[in-house]
């Protein structure tokens, strides 16, 4: 079954002063009904089951996240006790995902980004833990820059690679 771990952490720096470090941009509405958590949990619902939606944040801002997310189950809110970025996160949530489901296929998704292509992003998602179930692998989805930016990660695709989902993009 497919899991959804949600990395909800950081502290809103690069949208100052709209976004500050006790309310960063994930919890932000930006179009007037919902925050970008509470939209990337709409488009992941459709899919997968709350029960099998899981969030990981720091636990600053633990009241904020249960004030946006009412009916996601409490022991689906992940809070870290001191915040050790992405890394950390993921352990932290595969730990507890695997206790509760030895098989489960997870997906990783940061929601402080506006996710517009919401069929599309489902579709990879699906294509992805398809793909990692069969080879029991990990795999790692991108999108290509369209400009240099030090504040983002890079991936290298190698020629040789061993597999390479086609055609996924918009």
């Excluded at 960063?24 to 459709?46: A, D, E, G």
């Excluded at 206790?99 to 517009?116: F, H, K, N, W």
């Excluded at 400009?147 to 040789?160: C, D, H, T, W």
Aim: hydrophobic share 45%; proline share 6%; glycine share 4%.
């Amino acid at each position: 079954m497919i899991h959804a771990v949600i990395l909800a952490g950081g502290w809103g720096r690069r949208l100052w002063p709209k976004s500050r470090q006790n309310y960063p941009k994930q919890l932000l509405c930006f179009n007037k009904k919902h925050s970008l958590l509470q939209n990337l949990i709409y488009i992941l619902n459709s899919q997968i089951p709350k029960e099998r939606i899981w969030v990981v944040s720091s636990q600053e801002h633990a009241k904020a996240l249960r004030q946006q997310l009412p009916s996601l189950p409490k022991r689906n809110l992940l809070f870290e006790p001191l915040a050790k970025n992405t890394a950390a996160a993921v352990g932290l949530a595969s730990v507890i995902i695997r206790r509760i489901d030895p098989e489960a296929v997870t997906v990783v998704l940061s929601c402080d980004q506006m996710y517009s292509q919401k069929r599309r992003l489902l579709q990879v998602i699906k294509a992805a833990a398809k793909l990692a179930q069969e080879r029991d692998a990990l795999v790692v989805v991108g999108i290509r820059p369209d400009r240099p930016a030090v504040e983002y990660g890079y991936l290298k695709i190698i020629k040789n690679a061993k597999c390479k989902i086609n055609n996924l993009h918009p």
